[in-house]
């Protein structure tokens, strides 16, 4: 199978492409910015190509006609990013690759969406906006898949990642900040995602051709509970401040996968919240 997937670069993206990669039958292309690092690529048998507009783009599909696209690209806004950066990057970008994907005749695209709801972020509201247009356009044979996906957390993330810095803050035995964490999240390790990434594609067949995955472990402790796993993990002596942060307006309280559908495609969790947190520090230490 030709696997196209964008994002190469990022956390998510790298992992996937190491995934399928890692299956000799795979022909794996890498899509990347030209000024994106590319260390997290290195020694892998893959087709690493660079796009900068939808022109180049479109040279990369017309030269090696992918079966499946996938696509891991997302501005979180994290940064202080301009709406029109967020538009261009979780809106503009997901419809020139869909536009091509039916263009060039591919089975399906995989799109990489999120569990929040719209007024959480303009991150959030511009992922589900894609998505919402998406279910206007006749797709003809293409498959579109979007895959809601929780707080995924790993070895090498980045970090500016929740589970990172306090990881991160933890090891230094430094006092942390935090709010009174009583939000309820679904942290799901990396190795599960990458997994139902798998499943999913291996199960295209019986999927409907307009169809949306929850992705996550199906559980959602609270975010003081993450905290104090982690703290305990790393036999940590930093000074937990819980209370001492005010909560983010809008802040969404609970969030947890449905994970039946995933289930029933024959995905099973492999990493518990404390299996995938000592991973994290053996990486770190």
């Known amino acids: 199978m030709k696997i196209l997937i964008t994002g190469a670069s990022g956390y998510l993206g790298s992992q996937l492409v ?25 020694n892998l048998s893959i087709n690493l190509v660079t796009a900068d507009n ?9 030269l090696y006609q992918p079966d499946v696209v996938i696509n891991t690209v997302a501005l979180y ?3 202080g990013e301009s709406q ?72 090498g993330d980045d970090e500016n990642k929740f589970t990172s810095y ?4 933890c090891l230094a035995h430094r006092q942390l900040n935090l709010t009174a964490g009583t939000q309820r999240r679904d942290f799901i390790y990396i ?7 798998q499943v999913i594609l291996e199960k295209l067949d019986v999927l409907d051709m307009f169809d949306t995955i929850s992705v996550g472990s199906g559980q959602a402790p609270t975010v003081r509970e993450l905290v104090e796993i982690i703290h305990s993990c790393a036999d940590s002596n930093a000074e937990l401040k819980f209370g001492a ?4 307006d809008n802040e969404l309280m609970y969030s947890c996968a449905n994970i039946v559908k995933l289930t029933k495609l024959g995905w099973k969790k492999q990493n518990s919240l404390e299996q995938g947190i000592f991973k994290c520090l053996k990486h770190k230490r």
């Open 18 to 42: 190491k995934k399928f990669a890692a299956n000799n039958d795979n022909v794996v292309i890498a899509v990347v910015r030209a000024s994106s690092s590319i260390s997290r690529l290195s």
């Open 54 to 62: 939808e022109a180049q783009l479109d040279g990369i599909f017309s």
């Open 77 to 79: 806004g994290r940064k």
């Open 84 to 155: 029109s950066s967020l538009i261009e990057a979780n809106i503009d970008y997901p419809s020139q690759l869909l536009s091509l994907t039916k263009k060039y005749n591919a089975k399906a695209f995989i799109h990489t969406g999120t569990s929040l709801p719209d007024d959480v972020s303009a991150y959030a509201l511009t992922k589900n906006t894609f998505v919402k247009l998406a279910a206007f356009q006749d797709l003809a044979s293409t498959q579109f898949i979007n895959i809601e996906l929780e707080h995924f957390y790993g070895a």
């Open 166 to 169: 306090v990881i991160r803050e």
């Open 191 to 197: 190795d599960d995602v990458t997994s139902a990434y």
């Open 245 to 248: 942060v005010a909560m983010r």
